[in-house]
Protein backbone atom coordinates (compact mmCIF):
# COMPACT_ATOMS: atom_id res chain seq x y z
CA UNK A 1 0.00 0.00 0.00
CA UNK A 2 1.47 3.43 -0.75
CA UNK A 3 1.24 6.52 1.42
CA UNK A 4 0.40 8.69 -1.60
CA UNK A 5 -0.17 8.24 -5.16
CA UNK A 6 0.08 11.37 -7.87
CA UNK A 7 -1.22 10.72 -11.12
CA UNK A 8 -0.26 12.46 -13.79
CA UNK A 9 -3.20 13.18 -16.50
CA UNK A 10 -6.35 12.90 -15.16
CA UNK A 11 -8.02 11.98 -18.67
CA UNK A 12 -9.92 8.32 -19.23
CA UNK A 13 -6.80 6.16 -18.44
CA UNK A 14 -5.26 8.79 -15.34
CA UNK A 15 -8.81 9.21 -13.93
CA UNK A 16 -9.90 5.81 -14.12
CA UNK A 17 -6.06 4.63 -12.36
CA UNK A 18 -7.36 7.27 -9.67
CA UNK A 19 -10.46 5.67 -8.51
CA UNK A 20 -9.01 2.37 -9.14
CA UNK A 21 -6.39 3.18 -6.26
CA UNK A 22 -9.10 4.73 -3.73
CA UNK A 23 -11.47 1.93 -4.35
CA UNK A 24 -9.27 -1.04 -4.26
CA UNK A 25 -7.21 0.67 -0.98
CA UNK A 26 -4.06 0.66 -3.00
CA UNK A 27 -2.65 4.05 -2.25
CA UNK A 28 -3.95 6.08 1.05
CA UNK A 29 -4.42 9.41 -0.65
CA UNK A 30 -4.66 10.00 -4.50
CA UNK A 31 -3.55 13.53 -5.37
CA UNK A 32 -3.80 14.57 -9.40
CA UNK A 33 -1.64 16.85 -11.64
CA UNK A 34 -3.68 18.01 -14.52
CA UNK A 35 -3.63 22.08 -15.61
CA UNK A 36 -6.18 21.14 -18.10
CA UNK A 37 -8.50 18.48 -16.69
CA UNK A 38 -7.79 19.45 -12.92
CA UNK A 39 -11.28 21.11 -12.00
CA UNK A 40 -12.98 18.72 -13.32
CA UNK A 41 -11.67 16.03 -11.91
CA UNK A 42 -11.75 17.42 -8.64
CA UNK A 43 -15.34 18.13 -9.22
CA UNK A 44 -15.80 14.30 -10.36
CA UNK A 45 -14.28 13.61 -6.92
CA UNK A 46 -11.83 11.02 -8.75
CA UNK A 47 -8.86 12.71 -6.51
CA UNK A 48 -9.15 14.40 -3.45
CA UNK A 49 -6.22 17.05 -4.25
CA UNK A 50 -5.37 18.76 -7.68
CA UNK A 51 -1.73 20.11 -7.27
CA UNK A 52 -0.64 23.68 -9.15
CA UNK A 53 2.67 22.42 -9.14
CA UNK A 54 4.61 19.20 -10.73
CA UNK A 55 7.33 19.34 -8.36
CA UNK A 56 6.72 19.01 -4.77
CA UNK A 57 3.46 16.78 -5.90
CA UNK A 58 5.54 14.46 -7.39
CA UNK A 59 8.63 15.06 -4.29
CA UNK A 60 5.98 13.76 -1.33
CA UNK A 61 4.28 10.24 -3.40
CA UNK A 62 5.69 7.19 -2.87
CA UNK A 63 3.81 5.85 -6.46
CA UNK A 64 3.23 8.24 -9.81
CA UNK A 65 1.38 7.25 -12.55
CA UNK A 66 1.61 9.32 -15.86
CA UNK A 67 -1.28 9.41 -17.61
CA UNK A 68 -0.03 12.02 -20.38
CA UNK A 69 0.02 11.67 -24.32
CA UNK A 70 3.42 9.93 -25.34
CA UNK A 71 4.22 13.63 -26.77
CA UNK A 72 4.04 15.07 -23.46
CA UNK A 73 6.59 12.97 -21.58
CA UNK A 74 9.53 14.90 -22.20
CA UNK A 75 8.86 17.88 -20.57
CA UNK A 76 7.32 16.12 -17.45
CA UNK A 77 9.48 12.97 -17.11
CA UNK A 78 12.69 16.09 -16.30
CA UNK A 79 10.83 17.72 -13.65
CA UNK A 80 10.38 14.05 -12.51
CA UNK A 81 13.73 13.14 -12.06
CA UNK A 82 14.54 15.76 -10.85
CA UNK A 83 12.02 15.41 -7.85
CA UNK A 84 11.34 11.41 -7.52
CA UNK A 85 11.96 9.80 -4.56
CA UNK A 86 14.80 7.25 -4.58
CA UNK A 87 12.14 4.06 -3.44
CA UNK A 88 9.11 5.85 -5.07
CA UNK A 89 7.55 3.92 -8.44
CA UNK A 90 6.34 5.63 -11.64
CA UNK A 91 4.81 3.73 -14.15
CA UNK A 92 3.52 5.55 -17.07
CA UNK A 93 0.65 4.25 -19.11
CA UNK A 94 1.25 4.90 -23.33
CA UNK A 95 0.48 2.40 -25.96
CA UNK A 96 3.35 2.68 -27.73
CA UNK A 97 6.57 1.50 -25.35
CA UNK A 98 9.88 2.06 -27.57
CA UNK A 99 9.67 5.97 -27.23
CA UNK A 100 10.26 5.99 -23.60
CA UNK A 101 12.62 3.23 -23.17
CA UNK A 102 14.78 5.41 -25.62
CA UNK A 103 14.39 8.65 -23.53
CA UNK A 104 15.03 6.77 -20.20
CA UNK A 105 18.37 5.78 -21.58
CA UNK A 106 19.24 9.51 -21.91
CA UNK A 107 18.23 9.68 -18.05
CA UNK A 108 20.16 8.95 -14.82
CA UNK A 109 20.62 5.38 -13.72
CA UNK A 110 19.06 5.98 -10.00
CA UNK A 111 15.34 7.73 -11.67
CA UNK A 112 15.77 4.83 -15.03
CA UNK A 113 15.63 2.16 -12.55
CA UNK A 114 12.31 2.87 -10.64
CA UNK A 115 10.31 3.66 -14.05
CA UNK A 116 8.35 0.67 -15.38
CA UNK A 117 6.90 1.21 -18.69
CA UNK A 118 3.55 -0.24 -18.48
CA UNK A 119 0.74 -0.71 -21.24
CA UNK A 120 -3.15 -1.61 -19.57
CA UNK A 121 -5.15 -2.97 -22.38
CA UNK A 122 -8.11 -0.85 -21.80
CA UNK A 123 -9.80 2.11 -22.76
CA UNK A 124 -12.93 3.05 -24.89
CA UNK A 125 -13.58 5.23 -27.61
CA UNK A 126 -14.41 7.79 -24.74
CA UNK A 127 -11.79 10.44 -23.74
CA UNK A 128 -11.82 12.71 -20.46
CA UNK A 129 -12.42 12.95 -16.88
CA UNK A 130 -16.20 11.59 -17.45
CA UNK A 131 -15.38 8.59 -18.80
CA UNK A 132 -13.27 7.39 -15.70
CA UNK A 133 -14.51 4.50 -14.09
CA UNK A 134 -12.88 2.33 -11.02
CA UNK A 135 -13.63 -1.12 -12.82
CA UNK A 136 -11.48 0.16 -16.03
CA UNK A 137 -8.39 -2.65 -15.51
CA UNK A 138 -10.62 -5.18 -14.11
CA UNK A 139 -10.32 -8.04 -15.91
CA UNK A 140 -8.40 -6.86 -18.58
CA UNK A 141 -4.23 -7.75 -19.57
CA UNK A 142 -1.69 -5.33 -18.44
CA UNK A 143 1.46 -5.56 -20.67
CA UNK A 144 5.43 -4.75 -18.83
CA UNK A 145 8.18 -3.75 -20.69
CA UNK A 146 11.20 -3.82 -18.51
CA UNK A 147 14.00 -1.97 -19.41
CA UNK A 148 17.63 -3.01 -18.96
CA UNK A 149 18.54 -0.63 -16.22
CA UNK A 150 15.27 -1.09 -14.38
CA UNK A 151 15.58 -2.08 -10.96
CA UNK A 152 13.67 -6.15 -10.21
CA UNK A 153 11.87 -4.55 -7.73
CA UNK A 154 10.04 -1.91 -9.02
CA UNK A 155 9.10 -4.31 -11.78
CA UNK A 156 7.72 -6.57 -9.23
CA UNK A 157 6.24 -3.29 -7.63
CA UNK A 158 4.70 -2.30 -10.71
CA UNK A 159 3.32 -5.85 -11.69
CA UNK A 160 1.53 -5.80 -7.85
CA UNK A 161 0.50 -2.53 -8.51
CA UNK A 162 -1.77 -3.62 -11.67
CA UNK A 163 -2.80 -6.90 -10.09
CA UNK A 164 -4.62 -4.72 -7.09
CA UNK A 165 -6.89 -3.19 -10.09
CA UNK A 166 -7.57 -6.34 -11.75
CA UNK A 167 -5.35 -6.63 -14.29
CA UNK A 168 -3.83 -9.57 -15.61
CA UNK A 169 -0.01 -8.69 -16.18
CA UNK A 170 2.65 -9.93 -18.96
CA UNK A 171 6.08 -9.21 -19.79
CA UNK A 172 7.63 -8.53 -22.63
CA UNK A 173 10.32 -6.37 -24.95
CA UNK A 174 9.56 -3.08 -25.52
CA UNK A 175 10.01 -3.79 -29.13
CA UNK A 176 7.95 -6.85 -29.61
CA UNK A 177 5.27 -4.78 -27.73
CA UNK A 178 5.39 -1.96 -30.47
CA UNK A 179 5.33 -4.07 -32.99
CA UNK A 180 2.34 -6.48 -32.18
CA UNK A 181 0.39 -3.48 -31.11
CA UNK A 182 1.01 -1.85 -34.51
CA UNK A 183 -0.97 -4.89 -35.99
CA UNK A 184 -3.51 -5.80 -33.04
CA UNK A 185 -4.48 -1.68 -32.03
CA UNK A 186 -3.05 0.95 -33.97
CA UNK A 187 -3.52 -0.57 -37.76
CA UNK A 188 -7.08 -1.35 -36.46
CA UNK A 189 -7.74 2.61 -35.51
CA UNK A 190 -6.39 3.65 -38.59
CA UNK A 191 -8.88 1.38 -40.45
CA UNK A 192 -11.79 2.58 -38.87
CA UNK A 193 -10.80 5.87 -38.82
CA UNK A 194 -10.59 5.92 -42.91
CA UNK A 195 -13.98 3.97 -43.06
CA UNK A 196 -15.64 6.86 -41.42
CA UNK A 197 -13.38 9.38 -43.21
CA UNK A 198 -14.71 7.97 -46.42
CA UNK A 199 -18.27 7.71 -45.54
CA UNK A 200 -18.28 11.59 -43.86
CA UNK A 201 -17.06 12.33 -47.08
CA UNK A 202 -19.89 11.15 -49.10
CA UNK A 203 -22.45 13.99 -50.65
CA UNK A 204 -25.19 11.69 -48.78
CA UNK A 205 -23.22 11.26 -45.09
CA UNK A 206 -25.49 12.13 -42.49
CA UNK A 207 -28.67 9.63 -44.27
CA UNK A 208 -25.42 6.64 -44.23
CA UNK A 209 -25.93 7.30 -40.57
CA UNK A 210 -29.56 5.98 -40.53
CA UNK A 211 -29.02 3.75 -43.09
CA UNK A 212 -25.79 1.26 -41.69
CA UNK A 213 -26.47 -1.76 -39.76
CA UNK A 214 -24.77 -3.08 -36.75
CA UNK A 215 -21.72 -4.04 -38.84
CA UNK A 216 -20.65 -0.55 -40.07
CA UNK A 217 -21.21 0.33 -36.17
CA UNK A 218 -18.73 -2.21 -34.96
CA UNK A 219 -16.28 -1.93 -37.91
CA UNK A 220 -16.43 1.98 -36.96
CA UNK A 221 -16.89 1.85 -33.51
CA UNK A 222 -12.92 3.06 -32.71
CA UNK A 223 -13.55 5.57 -35.37
CA UNK A 224 -15.07 7.53 -32.54
CA UNK A 225 -11.87 7.86 -30.55
CA UNK A 226 -9.83 10.86 -29.72
CA UNK A 227 -7.89 12.08 -32.48
CA UNK A 228 -5.65 14.22 -30.69
CA UNK A 229 -4.44 11.41 -28.90
CA UNK A 230 -4.42 8.82 -31.70
CA UNK A 231 -2.39 11.00 -33.85
CA UNK A 232 0.32 11.14 -30.94
CA UNK A 233 0.30 7.24 -30.74
CA UNK A 234 0.14 6.78 -34.43
CA UNK A 235 3.98 9.06 -34.54
CA UNK A 236 5.04 7.30 -31.95
CA UNK A 237 4.89 4.34 -33.12
CA UNK A 238 5.71 5.17 -36.95
CA UNK A 239 7.95 2.57 -38.77
CA UNK A 240 6.03 -0.63 -36.92
CA UNK A 241 2.34 1.14 -37.94
CA UNK A 242 3.70 1.97 -41.29
CA UNK A 243 4.96 -1.31 -42.57
CA UNK A 244 1.39 -2.68 -40.57
CA UNK A 245 -0.34 -0.43 -42.81
CA UNK A 246 1.60 -1.47 -46.20
CA UNK A 247 0.76 -5.13 -45.54
CA UNK A 248 -2.74 -4.18 -44.66
CA UNK A 249 -2.86 -1.99 -48.65
CA UNK A 250 -1.75 -5.00 -49.98
CA UNK A 251 -4.19 -7.47 -48.96
CA UNK A 252 -7.01 -4.98 -49.88
CA UNK A 253 -5.66 -4.72 -53.25
CA UNK A 254 -5.97 -8.03 -53.44
CA UNK A 255 -9.88 -8.08 -52.42
CA UNK A 256 -10.28 -5.13 -55.24
CA UNK A 257 -8.08 -6.77 -58.16
CA UNK A 258 -10.19 -10.39 -56.85
CA UNK A 259 -13.61 -8.12 -57.69
CA UNK A 260 -12.91 -5.79 -60.78
CA UNK A 261 -12.06 -9.11 -62.05
CA UNK A 262 -14.82 -11.04 -61.04
CA UNK A 263 -13.00 -14.29 -59.83
CA UNK A 264 -15.34 -15.65 -57.55
CA UNK A 265 -13.32 -18.23 -56.31
CA UNK A 266 -10.32 -16.18 -55.26
CA UNK A 267 -12.94 -13.84 -53.07
CA UNK A 268 -14.08 -16.63 -51.36
CA UNK A 269 -10.68 -17.47 -50.79
CA UNK A 270 -9.22 -14.20 -48.88
CA UNK A 271 -12.44 -13.84 -47.06
CA UNK A 272 -11.92 -17.49 -46.13
CA UNK A 273 -8.50 -16.82 -44.97
CA UNK A 274 -9.65 -13.79 -42.86
CA UNK A 275 -12.94 -15.70 -41.38
CA UNK A 276 -10.55 -18.74 -40.04
CA UNK A 277 -8.29 -16.51 -38.11
CA UNK A 278 -11.44 -14.07 -36.87
CA UNK A 279 -13.44 -17.20 -35.45
CA UNK A 280 -10.58 -18.06 -33.51
CA UNK A 281 -10.62 -14.77 -31.50
CA UNK B 1 -52.22 -14.07 -42.95
CA UNK B 2 -51.05 -16.28 -45.02
CA UNK B 3 -52.36 -19.88 -45.92
CA UNK B 4 -49.30 -21.32 -46.33
CA UNK B 5 -45.73 -20.09 -46.51
CA UNK B 6 -42.75 -21.26 -48.41
CA UNK B 7 -39.26 -19.94 -47.32
CA UNK B 8 -36.63 -21.00 -49.97
CA UNK B 9 -33.56 -21.20 -48.44
CA UNK B 10 -32.74 -22.44 -44.50
CA UNK B 11 -29.72 -20.57 -43.16
CA UNK B 12 -29.74 -17.73 -40.91
CA UNK B 13 -32.14 -15.14 -42.66
CA UNK B 14 -34.50 -17.97 -43.90
CA UNK B 15 -34.57 -20.24 -40.82
CA UNK B 16 -35.22 -16.79 -38.91
CA UNK B 17 -38.26 -15.85 -41.22
CA UNK B 18 -39.66 -19.22 -40.75
CA UNK B 19 -39.81 -18.66 -37.17
CA UNK B 20 -41.03 -15.51 -37.29
CA UNK B 21 -43.81 -16.29 -39.34
CA UNK B 22 -45.04 -19.34 -37.11
CA UNK B 23 -44.31 -17.19 -33.83
CA UNK B 24 -46.46 -13.77 -34.97
CA UNK B 25 -48.42 -16.24 -36.36
CA UNK B 26 -48.16 -14.87 -39.81
CA UNK B 27 -48.96 -17.92 -41.98
CA UNK B 28 -50.67 -20.99 -40.73
CA UNK B 29 -48.48 -23.45 -42.43
CA UNK B 30 -44.69 -22.81 -42.70
CA UNK B 31 -43.04 -25.21 -45.23
CA UNK B 32 -39.35 -25.22 -46.28
CA UNK B 33 -37.37 -26.13 -49.49
CA UNK B 34 -33.72 -26.33 -48.85
CA UNK B 35 -31.37 -29.09 -50.42
CA UNK B 36 -28.67 -28.32 -48.34
CA UNK B 37 -29.84 -27.39 -44.47
CA UNK B 38 -33.33 -28.70 -45.20
CA UNK B 39 -32.56 -31.83 -42.73
CA UNK B 40 -30.76 -29.89 -40.06
CA UNK B 41 -33.82 -26.81 -40.33
CA UNK B 42 -36.86 -29.55 -39.71
CA UNK B 43 -34.44 -31.37 -37.12
CA UNK B 44 -34.12 -27.97 -35.34
CA UNK B 45 -37.92 -27.34 -35.42
CA UNK B 46 -37.84 -23.66 -37.61
CA UNK B 47 -40.34 -25.56 -40.47
CA UNK B 48 -43.02 -28.52 -39.98
CA UNK B 49 -42.42 -29.48 -43.50
CA UNK B 50 -39.76 -29.64 -45.94
CA UNK B 51 -40.66 -30.06 -49.38
CA UNK B 52 -38.32 -32.01 -51.66
CA UNK B 53 -39.70 -30.22 -55.13
CA UNK B 54 -39.75 -26.81 -55.44
CA UNK B 55 -42.92 -26.49 -58.63
CA UNK B 56 -45.51 -28.53 -56.00
CA UNK B 57 -44.38 -26.50 -52.85
CA UNK B 58 -44.29 -22.92 -54.66
CA UNK B 59 -47.85 -23.80 -55.92
CA UNK B 60 -49.63 -24.65 -53.34
CA UNK B 61 -48.34 -21.53 -50.98
CA UNK B 62 -49.60 -17.90 -50.92
CA UNK B 63 -46.25 -16.20 -49.70
CA UNK B 64 -43.04 -17.32 -50.86
CA UNK B 65 -39.47 -16.31 -49.38
CA UNK B 66 -36.35 -16.37 -51.11
CA UNK B 67 -33.87 -16.54 -48.90
CA UNK B 68 -31.12 -17.84 -51.14
CA UNK B 69 -27.73 -16.11 -52.03
CA UNK B 70 -27.95 -14.15 -55.24
CA UNK B 71 -25.99 -16.04 -57.79
CA UNK B 72 -28.41 -19.16 -57.42
CA UNK B 73 -31.70 -17.07 -58.06
CA UNK B 74 -31.31 -17.67 -62.35
CA UNK B 75 -32.80 -21.16 -62.22
CA UNK B 76 -34.97 -20.25 -59.04
CA UNK B 77 -36.89 -17.71 -60.41
CA UNK B 78 -37.66 -19.37 -63.65
CA UNK B 79 -39.36 -21.96 -61.75
CA UNK B 80 -41.44 -20.09 -59.60
CA UNK B 81 -41.92 -18.10 -62.28
CA UNK B 82 -43.86 -21.04 -63.79
CA UNK B 83 -45.74 -21.94 -60.43
CA UNK B 84 -46.33 -19.28 -58.26
CA UNK B 85 -50.36 -18.83 -57.62
CA UNK B 86 -51.23 -15.23 -59.29
CA UNK B 87 -52.17 -13.74 -56.03
CA UNK B 88 -49.41 -15.21 -54.46
CA UNK B 89 -46.61 -13.11 -52.83
CA UNK B 90 -42.99 -13.23 -53.49
CA UNK B 91 -40.09 -11.64 -51.59
CA UNK B 92 -36.59 -11.94 -51.46
CA UNK B 93 -33.87 -11.05 -48.78
CA UNK B 94 -30.91 -10.47 -50.66
CA UNK B 95 -28.32 -7.55 -50.15
CA UNK B 96 -28.41 -6.39 -53.06
CA UNK B 97 -31.50 -5.69 -55.55
CA UNK B 98 -30.46 -4.34 -58.88
CA UNK B 99 -29.80 -7.53 -60.18
CA UNK B 100 -32.69 -8.62 -58.97
CA UNK B 101 -34.36 -6.14 -60.85
CA UNK B 102 -33.25 -7.05 -63.89
CA UNK B 103 -33.65 -10.42 -63.98
CA UNK B 104 -37.37 -9.72 -63.23
CA UNK B 105 -37.26 -7.27 -66.22
CA UNK B 106 -37.31 -10.30 -68.11
CA UNK B 107 -39.66 -12.50 -66.84
CA UNK B 108 -43.45 -12.03 -67.14
CA UNK B 109 -45.25 -9.03 -66.24
CA UNK B 110 -47.89 -11.34 -64.15
CA UNK B 111 -44.74 -12.88 -62.25
CA UNK B 112 -42.88 -9.94 -61.61
CA UNK B 113 -46.09 -7.99 -60.27
CA UNK B 114 -45.86 -10.18 -57.26
CA UNK B 115 -42.20 -10.19 -57.16
CA UNK B 116 -41.02 -7.72 -54.57
CA UNK B 117 -37.42 -7.04 -53.98
CA UNK B 118 -36.66 -6.48 -50.24
CA UNK B 119 -33.69 -6.27 -47.73
CA UNK B 120 -33.61 -6.56 -44.30
CA UNK B 121 -30.95 -5.17 -42.47
CA UNK B 122 -30.17 -7.59 -39.80
CA UNK B 123 -27.88 -10.76 -39.71
CA UNK B 124 -24.96 -11.33 -38.06
CA UNK B 125 -21.32 -13.08 -38.70
CA UNK B 126 -22.63 -16.54 -37.46
CA UNK B 127 -24.79 -18.23 -40.55
CA UNK B 128 -26.84 -21.78 -40.52
CA UNK B 129 -30.14 -22.96 -39.45
CA UNK B 130 -28.58 -23.40 -36.16
CA UNK B 131 -27.93 -19.15 -36.06
CA UNK B 132 -31.76 -18.79 -36.55
CA UNK B 133 -34.16 -16.95 -34.66
CA UNK B 134 -37.19 -15.74 -34.52
CA UNK B 135 -36.66 -12.02 -33.17
CA UNK B 136 -34.02 -11.24 -35.76
CA UNK B 137 -36.23 -8.70 -37.43
CA UNK B 138 -37.60 -7.29 -34.11
CA UNK B 139 -36.62 -3.03 -34.57
CA UNK B 140 -34.59 -3.79 -37.08
CA UNK B 141 -34.90 -1.79 -40.52
CA UNK B 142 -36.28 -3.05 -44.01
CA UNK B 143 -35.97 -1.70 -47.14
CA UNK B 144 -38.30 -2.42 -49.90
CA UNK B 145 -37.58 -1.79 -53.27
CA UNK B 146 -39.97 -1.67 -55.81
CA UNK B 147 -39.77 -2.22 -59.34
CA UNK B 148 -41.92 -0.56 -61.93
CA UNK B 149 -44.00 -3.21 -62.84
CA UNK B 150 -45.04 -4.38 -59.25
CA UNK B 151 -48.63 -4.60 -58.16
CA UNK B 152 -49.34 -2.03 -55.42
CA UNK B 153 -50.96 -4.66 -53.84
CA UNK B 154 -47.92 -6.90 -53.26
CA UNK B 155 -45.55 -4.02 -52.62
CA UNK B 156 -48.18 -3.12 -49.73
CA UNK B 157 -48.66 -6.46 -48.76
CA UNK B 158 -45.08 -6.63 -48.68
CA UNK B 159 -44.54 -3.90 -45.82
CA UNK B 160 -47.19 -5.52 -43.78
CA UNK B 161 -45.57 -9.13 -43.81
CA UNK B 162 -42.10 -7.29 -42.18
CA UNK B 163 -44.23 -5.17 -40.11
CA UNK B 164 -45.49 -8.20 -38.73
CA UNK B 165 -42.56 -9.79 -38.03
CA UNK B 166 -41.45 -6.14 -36.31
CA UNK B 167 -39.18 -4.41 -38.85
CA UNK B 168 -39.74 -0.50 -39.99
CA UNK B 169 -40.31 -0.50 -43.41
CA UNK B 170 -38.84 2.29 -46.03
CA UNK B 171 -39.09 2.66 -49.67
CA UNK B 172 -36.01 3.30 -51.77
CA UNK B 173 -35.30 2.66 -55.62
CA UNK B 174 -33.00 -0.62 -56.23
CA UNK B 175 -29.76 2.59 -57.54
CA UNK B 176 -29.94 3.90 -54.43
CA UNK B 177 -30.36 1.29 -52.33
CA UNK B 178 -27.11 -0.74 -53.97
CA UNK B 179 -25.00 2.51 -54.14
CA UNK B 180 -26.23 3.48 -50.12
CA UNK B 181 -25.40 -0.77 -48.69
CA UNK B 182 -22.19 -0.63 -51.03
CA UNK B 183 -20.85 2.54 -48.59
CA UNK B 184 -22.47 1.23 -45.07
CA UNK B 185 -22.41 -2.27 -45.67
CA UNK B 186 -20.02 -4.13 -48.36
CA UNK B 187 -17.44 -1.83 -47.76
CA UNK B 188 -17.13 -2.14 -43.99
CA UNK B 189 -17.15 -5.93 -44.69
CA UNK B 190 -14.13 -6.28 -47.57
CA UNK B 191 -12.01 -3.61 -45.03
CA UNK B 192 -12.72 -5.53 -41.80
CA UNK B 193 -11.79 -8.93 -44.32
CA UNK B 194 -8.71 -7.34 -45.11
CA UNK B 195 -7.54 -6.25 -41.59
CA UNK B 196 -8.46 -9.99 -40.48
CA UNK B 197 -6.41 -11.70 -43.34
CA UNK B 198 -3.31 -8.98 -43.25
CA UNK B 199 -2.99 -10.23 -39.16
CA UNK B 200 -3.65 -13.86 -40.32
CA UNK B 201 -0.86 -13.77 -42.63
CA UNK B 202 1.94 -12.67 -39.45
CA UNK B 203 4.00 -15.17 -38.60
CA UNK B 204 2.55 -14.86 -35.38
CA UNK B 205 -0.74 -14.81 -35.78
CA UNK B 206 -1.92 -16.97 -33.35
CA UNK B 207 0.21 -14.74 -30.45
CA UNK B 208 -2.01 -11.52 -32.27
CA UNK B 209 -5.23 -13.57 -30.91
CA UNK B 210 -4.06 -13.36 -27.80
CA UNK B 211 -3.35 -9.55 -27.51
CA UNK B 212 -6.12 -8.27 -29.43
CA UNK B 213 -8.04 -5.65 -26.96
CA UNK B 214 -12.15 -4.52 -27.90
CA UNK B 215 -10.72 -2.48 -30.61
CA UNK B 216 -9.75 -5.65 -32.87
CA UNK B 217 -12.21 -7.35 -31.89
CA UNK B 218 -15.04 -4.77 -32.73
CA UNK B 219 -13.41 -3.86 -36.18
CA UNK B 220 -12.52 -7.21 -37.04
CA UNK B 221 -15.81 -9.10 -36.11
CA UNK B 222 -17.56 -9.17 -39.91
CA UNK B 223 -14.63 -10.77 -40.66
CA UNK B 224 -16.18 -13.97 -39.21
CA UNK B 225 -18.71 -13.88 -42.15
CA UNK B 226 -19.78 -16.73 -44.06
CA UNK B 227 -16.80 -15.99 -47.43
CA UNK B 228 -19.20 -18.04 -49.70
CA UNK B 229 -22.49 -15.51 -49.20
CA UNK B 230 -19.88 -12.43 -49.22
CA UNK B 231 -17.94 -13.25 -52.30
CA UNK B 232 -21.51 -13.06 -54.16
CA UNK B 233 -22.51 -10.13 -52.40
CA UNK B 234 -19.74 -8.65 -53.22
CA UNK B 235 -19.91 -9.57 -56.74
CA UNK B 236 -23.36 -8.85 -57.08
CA UNK B 237 -22.57 -5.61 -56.29
CA UNK B 238 -19.59 -4.80 -57.94
CA UNK B 239 -19.48 -1.34 -59.86
CA UNK B 240 -20.64 0.22 -56.40
CA UNK B 241 -18.71 -1.25 -54.18
CA UNK B 242 -15.50 -1.33 -56.46
CA UNK B 243 -15.98 3.24 -56.34
CA UNK B 244 -16.53 2.39 -52.19
CA UNK B 245 -13.05 1.29 -52.28
CA UNK B 246 -11.57 3.18 -54.88
CA UNK B 247 -12.40 6.24 -52.15
CA UNK B 248 -11.73 4.54 -49.21
CA UNK B 249 -8.06 3.40 -51.04
CA UNK B 250 -7.75 7.28 -51.41
CA UNK B 251 -9.01 8.11 -47.61
CA UNK B 252 -6.19 5.52 -46.34
CA UNK B 253 -3.50 6.95 -48.35
CA UNK B 254 -4.07 10.07 -47.38
CA UNK B 255 -3.64 8.77 -43.05
CA UNK B 256 -0.47 7.25 -44.49
CA UNK B 257 0.82 10.19 -46.26
CA UNK B 258 0.18 12.36 -43.11
CA UNK B 259 1.60 9.30 -41.07
CA UNK B 260 5.12 8.94 -43.02
CA UNK B 261 5.53 12.86 -43.30
CA UNK B 262 5.00 13.16 -39.88
CA UNK B 263 2.59 15.52 -40.17
CA UNK B 264 1.06 15.56 -36.78
CA UNK B 265 -1.88 18.29 -37.85
CA UNK B 266 -2.68 16.71 -40.88
CA UNK B 267 -2.89 12.93 -39.14
CA UNK B 268 -5.25 14.90 -36.44
CA UNK B 269 -7.24 16.59 -39.14
CA UNK B 270 -8.25 13.43 -40.75
CA UNK B 271 -9.12 11.91 -37.76
CA UNK B 272 -10.95 14.48 -36.34
CA UNK B 273 -13.21 14.37 -39.65
CA UNK B 274 -13.96 11.12 -38.78
CA UNK B 275 -14.26 10.81 -35.10
CA UNK B 276 -17.33 13.66 -36.07
CA UNK B 277 -18.87 12.05 -38.61
CA UNK B 278 -19.10 8.42 -36.20
CA UNK B 279 -19.71 10.48 -33.09
CA UNK B 280 -23.04 11.21 -34.28
CA UNK B 281 -24.35 7.30 -34.70
Sequence with gaps: VFKQALVIGLGLIGGSCALALRDNKIAAHVI??????????????????????LSSACACSDLVILAIPPTSFDSVLAQLAAHLQPTALLVDVGSTKQPLVRQLDQMPASFAARCVPCHPIAGSEQSGPG????????????????????????????????????????????????????QVSHLPH???????????????????????????????????????????????????????????????????????????????????QAAQWRRQL
Tied chains: 1, 2.
Excluded at 146 to 172: C, I, K
Excluded at 203 to 230: F, H, K, Y
Design 32 to 53: GYDPQAGAQALRLGLVSLVSAE
Design 131 to 182: AARATLFKGARLIVTPHSRNSPDAVQMAELLWAAMGSTTMQMTAQDHDMIFA
Design 190 to 272: IVAFALAATLAAQPNAQRLLEQGGAGMRDTSRIAASDPALWADIALSNQAPLLQALQQYGDQLQKFIDALAAGRRNELEHLMQ
